[in-house]
T-cell receptor, first 111, second 112 residues
Framework: NAGVTQTPKFRVLKTGQSMTLLCAQDMNHEYMYWYRQDPGMGLRLIHYSVGEGTTAKGEVPDGYNVSRLKKQNFLLGLESAAPSQTSVYFC??????????FGQGTRLTVV | GESVGLHLPTLSVQEGDNSIINCAYSNSASDYFIWYKQESGKGPQFIIDIRSNMDKRQGQRVTVLLNKTVKHLSLQIAATQPGDSAVYFCAESSLAYDKVIFGPGTSLSVIP
């Protein structure tokens, strides 16, 4: 049972480049989330999804897009990366009003 | 209100002492609360949870207290060990809204 798997684990992008972060969960959870965590800071919600085909904005959605085409996958896209998007990105999944399980994070650096 | 990006407060505790980490949650409609532990370089991991129909729940060396009147949550760690050094987050949720809202977190440092 892998739980929540994020790929890639590390990435360096140049300003203006695009990329997609993949999150996969094998727990049949309805809810999936993308957070960012800056050094010494808490978790900020970027986007989330309450089911296949649905997405919603969190606290800091600007500059990001998401898609949930399959229940087990939640993709986070950066269309034109900026240095301010340098961060560690965490994906999580959960059932409704239940414990969220987190991936190990993706460390992204935009230069 | 939503959790916003804030620098983490730090709590330093002597090994063997008890630790108390506090959290003020934001939404009076929240009815499910969770404490997570995040070790350096890792994702947050579940420690203990509590529903709003309870005011106390105990686990192994950890106790969560809930005071709905003042929207306050606390995590007590008994006999703190070096392995407890981490960042601790409280989180709130409800069926009334879809997302999990995280508190700003507290960095616990255990002094040997």
């Amino acid at each position: 049972n892998a739980g929540v798997t994020q790929t890639p684990k590390f990435r360096v992008l140049k300003t203006g480049q695009s990329m997609t972060l993949l999150c996969a969960q094998d727990m049949n959870h309805e809810y999936m989330y993308w957070y960012r965590q800056d050094p010494g800071m808490g978790l900020r919600l970027i986007h989330y999804s309450v089911g296949e085909g649905t997405t919603a904005k969190g606290e800091v959605p600007d500059g990001y897009n998401v898609s949930r085409l399959k229940k087990q996958n939640f993709l986070l896209g950066l269309e034109s990366a900026a240095p301010s998007q340098t961060s560690v990105y965490f994906c999580a999944s959960s059932r409704a009003e239940s414990v969220a399980f987190f991936g190990q994070g993706t460390r992204l650096t935009v230069v | 209100g939503e959790s916003v990006g804030l620098h983490l407060p730090t709590l330093s505790v002597q090994e063997g002492d008890n630790s108390i980490i506090n959290c003020a949650y934001s939404n009076s409609a929240s009815d499910y609360f969770i404490w997570y532990k995040q070790e350096s370089g890792k994702g947050p991991q579940f420690i203990i949870d509590i529903r709003s129909n309870m005011d106390k729940r105990q686990g192994q060396r950890v106790t969560v207290l809930l005071n709905k009147t003042v929207k306050h949550l606390s995590l007590q760690i008994a006999a703190t060990q070096p392995g407890d050094s981490a960042v601790y987050f409280c989180a709130e949720s409800s069926l009334a809204y879809d997302k999990v809202i995280f508190g700003p977190g507290t960095s616990l440092s255990v002094i040997p």
